[in-house]
């Protein structure tokens, strides 16, 4: 079935079955019997967080009525959680990204251990990890799954006990997190066959290249992957070794990048299911539509990005001269620059703003800055990232290590208090931000005259 009619259908089983999406469309005047066609769809109104989800009651968000058997939970802006139902069928769904992943790693033959690294408790990525994991097992894959969760004295601890009963053990994790667990040494991770599967974050080659060499891999291609998933509705693709095959050509060819892209940013690159999370592109951002414990219609969540069909990606590059090496599944790609000019990516959690801006307006230091500022992640020669954030000191105030300490101590302790994806995802070694303070109007960072943006991609 054309994945266009089957959007169309699905549109028209949450507008009978889903009481928000019922009342939503009433508000926009749309008659659901007048949506006949992917013409027709396409004109839909968009739903976001602010226009939908957050405006109507959870079980309204439901079909019939009726949330799910568990509940994921994310932060925003404010520190306000979101909740997002889950069920069974969900995870069952989301298990076909995991087993399209595992095959690459030859998990269908070797013993695997599943090592999920991913925060525990309500945050979206660990549990559903783990279940998904699980589900491998039920269909027969040989995968054992333990969850010692961000906890690196945990994972040191039982993966040299596990490892030597697997032929091969795969990370699930935020990258800069799974670079702290390989980097912290007392685990002969070469001797284990190690595999990643990391999401949250854009990441380099160059990167991806040091991990496989203290890892011992032979062929990240084969032995890496990154997930593109959101709170809203779970893993949205997955890297291929045909994507990460690409990704690797174009890594070196930024002329090129740009050219299929649209920017020099070297983003996420994963392959999707049309008839399971069925994405379009609008005006440089993403929408999907996709059936979900909240089945979601056309949302708007705002990532940067763009899709392209399979065959049109193979043309393009043999435009240029490239023939991937490897096969990969025939279904489009998309990419994923993230959400660059709201927040940014740290140990996979989302960094806002004004989460900052209220460390920013405490009385110890709100009176020597001016309240603008940069908030970046930056990556040092070994790849090891941390929060930076570059703030403007007000007229008359003087930059000092003095001043740079207490802004810092401020918004860390904000951070924590507001953010519980920053709390529970980054490692206490890693959160205390780096600050680093401008002159008023300096003209890198606060140039006068010009809208000013606190995120840098």
Same mark, same amino acid.
């Given at each position: 079935?054309?994945?266009?009619?089957?959007?169309?259908?699905?549109?028209?089983?949450?507008?009978?079955?889903?009481?928000?999406?019922?009342?939503?469309?009433?508000?926009?005047?749309?008659?659901?019997?007048?949506?006949?066609?992917?013409?027709?769809?396409?004109?839909?109104?968009?739903?976001?967080?602010?226009?939908?989800?957050?405006?109507?009651?959870?079980?309204?968000?439901?079909?019939?009525?009726?949330?799910?058997?568990?509940?994921?939970?994310?932060? +925003?802006?404010?520190?306000?959680?979101?909740?997002?139902?889950?069920?069974?069928?969900?995870?069952?769904?989301?298990? #076909?990204?995991?087993?399209?992943?595992?095959?690459?790693?030859?998990?269908?033959?070797?013993?695997? =251990?599943?090592?999920?690294?991913?925060?525990?408790?309500?945050?979206?990525?660990? %549990?559903?990890?783990?279940?998904?994991?699980?589900? =491998?097992?039920?269909?027969?894959?040989?995968?054992?799954?333990?969850?010692?969760?961000?906890?690196?004295?945990?994972?040191?601890?039982?993966?040299?006990?596990?490892?030597?009963?697997?032929?091969?053990?795969?990370?699930?994790?935020?990258?800069?997190?799974?670079?702290?667990?390989?980097?912290?040494?007392?685990?002969?991770?070469?001797?284990?066959?190690?595999?990643?599967?990391?999401?949250? #974050?854009?990441?380099?080659?160059?990167?991806?290249?040091?991990?496989?060499?203290?890892?011992?891999?032979?062929?990240?291609?084969?032995?890496?992957?990154?997930?593109?998933?959101?709170?809203?509705?779970?893993?949205?693709?997955?890297?291929?070794?045909?994507?990460?095959?690409?990704?690797?050509?174009?890594?070196?060819?930024?002329?090129?990048?740009?050219?299929?892209?649209?920017?020099?940013?070297?983003?996420? =690159?994963?392959?999707?299911?049309?008839?399971?999370?069925?994405?379009?592109? %609008?005006?440089?951002?993403?929408?999907?539509?996709?059936?979900?414990?909240?089945?979601?219609?056309?949302?708007?969540?705002?990532?940067?990005?763009?899709?392209?069909?399979?065959?049109?990606?193979?043309?393009?590059?043999?435009?240029?001269?490239?023939?991937?090496?490897?096969? +990969?599944?025939?279904?489009?790609?998309?990419?994923?620059?993230?959400?660059?000019?709201?927040?940014?990516?740290?140990?996979?959690?989302?960094?806002?703003?004004?989460?900052?801006?209220?460390?920013?307006?405490?009385?110890?230091?709100?009176?020597?800055?001016?309240?603008?500022?940069?908030?970046?992640?930056?990556?040092?020669?070994? &790849?090891?990232?941390?929060?930076?954030?570059?703030? #403007?000191?007000?007229?008359?105030?003087?930059?000092?290590?003095?001043?740079? #300490?207490?802004?810092?101590?401020?918004?860390?302790?904000?951070? %924590?208090?507001?953010?519980?994806?920053?709390?529970?995802?980054?490692?206490?070694?890693?959160? &205390?931000?780096?600050?680093?303070? &401008?002159?008023?109007?300096?003209?890198?960072?606060?140039?006068?005259?010009?809208?000013?943006?606190?995120?840098?991609?």
């Amino acid at each position: 079935m054309d994945p266009r009619d089957e959007v169309v259908g699905l549109f028209q089983r949450v507008a009978r079955t889903v009481p928000a999406y019922a009342e939503f469309l009433r508000a926009h005047d749309v008659d659901p019997g007048t949506i006949r066609s992917f013409d027709d769809f396409t004109g839909l109104p968009l739903t976001t967080k602010d226009t939908y989800t957050r405006r109507y009651a959870l079980p309204d968000l439901c079909r019939d009525g009726k949330i799910g058997d568990m509940i994921a939970v994310s932060s +925003g802006s404010t520190g306000e959680p979101s909740f997002w139902p889950r069920s069974a069928a969900d995870e069952k769904v989301i298990a #076909e990204r995991f087993a399209q992943v595992f095959d690459a790693f030859g998990a269908r033959e070797r013993r695997t =251990l599943a090592v999920v690294c991913f925060a525990l408790g309500t945050w979206v990525g660990g %549990l559903f990890s783990l279940a998904c994991c699980r589900h =491998l097992a039920a269909r027969g894959y040989p995968v054992t799954a333990v969850a010692p969760g961000n906890n690196p004295a945990e994972i040191q601890r039982v993966v040299p006990q596990l490892a030597p009963h697997f032929d091969q053990v795969v990370l699930l994790g935020y990258p800069p997190f799974l670079k702290d667990v390989v980097d912290a040494g007392g685990v002969p991770w070469a001797s284990y066959d190690v595999k990643l599967v990391m999401a949250g #974050e854009v990441f380099s080659e160059e990167w991806r290249g040091l991990m496989a060499r203290r890892t011992g891999m032979t062929d990240p291609r084969f032995a890496t992957a990154s997930l593109y998933g959101t709170a809203d509705a779970g893993v949205l693709g997955n890297e291929t070794p045909l994507s990460i095959d690409i990704r690797r050509f174009l890594a070196g060819r930024p002329d090129v990048a740009r050219e299929l892209f649209g920017d020099p940013r070297l983003p996420t =690159l994963v392959q999707y299911d049309p008839g399971v999370r069925f994405f379009e592109e %609008l005006d440089g951002t993403l929408l999907f539509t996709g059936d979900n414990g909240v089945p979601l219609i056309r949302y708007h969540i705002a990532d940067e990005g763009g899709v392209t069909k399979h065959a049109d990606m193979l043309g393009f590059l043999a435009g240029h001269g490239f023939r991937p090496s490897v096969e +990969g599944p025939d279904l489009p790609f998309v990419h994923v620059f993230g959400r660059s000019h709201f927040t940014v990516s740290y140990y996979g959690a989302n960094v806002y703003p004004e989460n900052v801006s209220v460390g920013l307006e405490q009385p110890s230091v709100s009176e020597s800055v001016t309240g603008k500022f940069v908030l970046e992640v930056t990556e040092d020669a070994d &790849r090891d990232r941390r929060l930076q954030i570059t703030v #403007e000191v007000a007229p008359g105030a003087t930059p000092s290590p003095e001043l740079a #300490e207490r802004i810092g101590e401020s918004v860390l302790t904000h951070l %924590l208090r507001l953010n519980s994806e920053f709390a529970n995802y980054v490692p206490p070694a890693k959160r &205390r931000p780096v600050v680093r303070l &401008r002159d008023t109007g300096d003209p890198e960072h606060f140039p006068p005259g010009v809208k000013h943006r606190y995120t840098r991609p």
